[in-house]
C-alpha cells in the first residue's frame, strides 16, 4: 500500500468536496448565522448537541461562541449539551439513550433559544428527539447533516434550516462540517461587530 499516495487522495477529496459545497451551502450557512444572531440579540441561547464526532462539534462551536472566535469579543451565550457526563450517564440509565439530550432541551430550552442538532446521517435518533424538543419548547433549529438529511431532514418546522452536505462519506462529511461551523462563528462575529 502506498500511503503517501492515499493520504494524498484523502486531501484531494476533501477539498474537492469543499469547493462542490460552496455553492449549495452559502446561502443557507448565512441565514443560519443571521438566525444565530437573532437568537442571541434577543437575549437567547443556541443549545448544539450531536455523537462522536458531532458531539466534538457541539463542543467546539460552543467554544468558539462563549469564548472567542478569531476576533476579539464578549461571550456569547452557547452550550454543549454532550459534556456533563453525570446528567448524560443519569438519563440514559435512568430511562434510554435516545432522551440524553431531548431532556435537557426541555429543562433548558426557552423560545428565543435554537438548537444546533449535528449529525452526519440525518438519523441520530437522540439528535431527532432534541429537534421534537426544541418544537414543543418554541425553539428554531438548525440542522447540519449529510447525506440525504435523514429523519432530520423530514422534521424540520417551517421555521428551521438545513445544512446538509452532499456526501455519503462520513469523514468527508465531518471536515466540511467543521469549515462550517468556522464559517457560522466567522459570519456571526462579522454581523454582530460590523465587519465589512
Known sequence: MDLINRISENFSESAHLKLQSMDALAAPIAAAAERMVQCLRQDGKILACGNGGSAADSQHFAAELLNRFEMERPGLAAMALTTDTSTLTSIAN??????????????????????????TSGNSKNVLAAMLAAHENGMSVIALTGRNGGKMAEALG????????????TARIQEVHLLTLHCLC?????????VE
Do not use: M
Open 186 to 194: 466567522d459570519a456571526i462575529d462579522c454581523l454582530l461587530l460590523g
Open 94 to 119: 435512568d430511562y434510554d439513550f435516545e432522551q440524553i439530550f431531548s431532556k435537557q432541551v426541555r429543562a433548558l430550552g426557552q423560545k428565543n433559544d435554537l438548537l444546533l442538532a449535528i449529525s
Open 158 to 169: 417551517p421555521a428551521d434550516i438545513q445544512i446538509c452536505v452532499p456526501a455519503q462519506n
